[in-house]
């Protein structure tokens, strides 16, 4: 089963949409400061934004916490927490296996949902690429993806998102940042 994510840069300010979710019934009940960084052996041209995060390893911080190990390719790693002072010791160790470090990223990510709903809708701001919607619900997963897609705009046209429409390309994080241009495609997981 494939399941599609919307993840789509956004015109406006937090501040505009977070007023946008509140009006339409929606309120934050999740802030997090979310800290990644993938490491990778292999090269990522031409690959989709699933297929690049899906070869690297992923730190992730929230918070300013330890990292957690995330996606470990390295069955010899036997890690599952690096504390913040040893990150460089474990970049050491990925280096000495052929690993580099490809995405620093960091983000702020805000979570609105209402009496009802399935799923979240987020909001994250994304250091040096901006703000964007993204969401995903689990009742759509079954639908063929494009129905998926269809589904979750109108959804969140259903919350106020007029700007958003079935023609509305998502933006790929990972392959933004490898490539250093806005990358687009229909589907944020594919």
């Given at each position: ?27 934050n009940?999740?802030?997090v ?13 031409n690959?989709?934004e ?26 010899e ?39 009802g ?5 987020q ?62 495609s229909?589907n944020?997981?594919?």
């Amino acid at each position: 089963m494939k399941i599609v994510e919307v993840g789509i840069k956004l015109s406006k300010d937090y501040s505009f949409y977070e007023n946008l979710l509140k009006n339409n019934g929606l309120n934050n009940d999740f802030n997090v400061k979310t800290h990644d960084i993938y490491y990778t052996n292999k090269n990522l041209d031409n690959l989709s934004e699933n297929e690049m995060k899906n070869s690297c390893i992923r730190l992730r911080s929230c918070n300013d916490s330890s990292f957690k190990v995330q996606n470990n390719l390295i069955k010899e790693l036997n890690i599952n927490e690096v504390p913040l002072d040893k990150l460089t010791d474990f970049e050491k160790r990925l280096y000495e296996l052929g690993y580099k470090k490809i995405f620093d990223t960091l983000k702020y990510d805000h979570h609105y949902y209402k009496d009802g709903m399935n799923s979240k809708v987020q909001l994250q701001e994304i250091e040096d690429i901006g703000l964007l919607v993204y969401y995903d619900n689990s009742i759509y997963y079954e639908l063929p993806l494009e129905e998926q897609r269809k589904s979750l705009i109108d959804e969140l046209k259903s919350y106020g998102f007029d700007e958003i429409n079935y023609n509305t390309l998502g933006l790929d994080k990972l392959r933004t940042l490898y490539y250093k241009k806005e990358c687009y495609s229909k589907n944020q997981n594919g």
